[in-house]
């Protein structure tokens, strides 16, 4: 049977974080998957998360099942965490999810269940990712335009034109909260409030990926698309992650929120979630979630994350900052300070793919092929050997 197989395209972006493993160059430098990095290129763990650990390791008492919507008090926690109060918590259906894209797929079965002919307007660009798992669960998605013809700045005009023109009721919109992936480009308040009022008008359902809440401007700050959603939209979904703003990658934590109309079709929705959820992971883990309620919970052991969230915030804005003044001292005739309206871990830097190809070739510098950096990985040590490499691929 399986001999008429064929294999499978690398991922986009996990597969050339595998190459670059398996380069033995030892000077190469790592600027792909999302993952945040410390000035010694490592990613921590954060002390926090070792203190609730150690706080879970002499008050845990089984390692049975949880419930298929998860920790019940991770699920209050994340929908306090990311909606605040612009929602009743009676009105929010909320689900745990193996990581962010867990909470995704857990949306898109859903909406592919009861809203079949339901289309998914993505961002171009998004997340590649969002497309396989849209489509994987047999929903239709389309793109609307996103990026300014130099890609340094968001296209809003062209992003409402079509939208208006081509969106119709019952269609979801994809949009992320925060830090943009893959630009680093966000709206302002008064332009998600333009988006918000637009997509309610049309009778559109957004869906927003909240993968990176606190690595914008600010924990509260990173809500506003929130804030500005729920004033024009009585539903929505929301995805969130806990792998960066907690450091809990490999932990796949995440969590799927429904917000309705009323407690009763809260109930109702949820007891839909749980049914996709269960004839997909059945029920997930258990120990990433512990470690993110036991923080949100103790009020000194909160305050000490929000301080390590603005530590990773502040060097990642250093790092990029430090980027752009780099590329000046080499003497490059283009001017890099765009970058620095750009928000979170990702910015587009604007080399084209046969620059990105010899950087790597030639360099051992990875970056995805559209240009995207993760600043993260960025270093004060790599730092004058990324711009020089950078200026050389430019000349040529």
Known sequence: MFETITAAPPDPILGLNEAFLKDPRLDKINLTSGVYRDEQGRTPIL?????????????ETSKGYLGIDGLEEFDQAAARLCLGNDVPASQVAAV??????????VAADFLGTHFGAARVWCSNPTWPNHIGVFQSAGLETKSHPYLSSDKTSLDLAGMLDLIEREGRAGDAICLHACCHNPSGIDPTEQQWSEIAELTAQRGMLPLVDFAYQGFGSGLEEDRVAITQIAKQHSEFLVCSSYS?????????????LAVVNSPSIAERVLSQLKQAVRVNYSNPPRHGAAIVATILADAGLRAQWLDELAEMRNRIHKMRSSFVQGMKTTGCSVDFSFLMGQKGMFSFSGLNPMQVDWLRTQKGIYMVGSGRINVAGITQENLPTLCN???EALRM
């Open 47 to 59: 002390k926090t998360v070792k203190k609730a650990e150690e706080k879970l390791l002499s008050s």
């Open 389 to 391: 490499c950078v200026a």
């Open 244 to 256: 960066k703003n907690f450091g809990l990658y490999s932990e796949r934590v995440g969590a799927m």
């Open 96 to 105: 745990q999810t193996p990581g962010g894209t867990g909470a995704l797929r």
